[in-house]
């Protein structure tokens, strides 16, 4: 079992920026793709960025290419989330996951956090 708890969300104004963490306990987190998803009222829940646990390559959705970054620490158990440039289309419930491979779909990530909410305002 994997334990994820997510913190470091807030209101924030619109241009702004936030990092989110993601502390890990549990099993051994440096062998788990780590991935953030975020889910705004009434939406469905989107893929937001993952990193691979081998050679730590990334991949984002094309909404926050370039104004977020995904970096993770398996010494700390811990992955982050720094938000750039943010927009009120950014506010969401974002979630931490984990799991054995990438996928950008919900399905499939084995492990999940309770989630912490993200608010910008214009």
């Known amino acids: 079992q994997v334990q994820l708890v997510e913190s470091g969300g807030g209101v924030i104004q619109a241009g702004g920026s936030l990092r989110l963490s993601c502390a890990a306990s549990?099993?051994?987190?440096?062998?788990?793709?780590l991935g953030w998803f975020r889910q705004a009222p009434g939406k469905e829940r989107e893929f937001v960025t993952a990193?691979?646990?081998?050679?730590?390559?990334?991949t984002y959705a094309d909404s926050v290419k370039g104004r977020f970054t995904i970096s993770r620490d398996n010494a700390k158990n811990t992955v982050y989330l720094q938000m750039n440039s943010l927009k009120p289309e950014d506010t969401a419930v974002y979630y931490c996951?984990?799991?054995?491979?990438?996928?950008?779909?919900?399905?499939?990530?084995?492990?999940w956090g309770q989630g912490t909410q993200v608010t910008v305002s214009s």
């Open positions: 996951v984990a799991s054995n491979f990438i996928y950008k779909t919900a399905v499939g990530w084995d492990y």
């Open positions: 549990g099993r051994i987190i440096s062998r788990y793709a």
């Open positions: 990193i691979s646990w081998v050679g730590g390559s990334t």
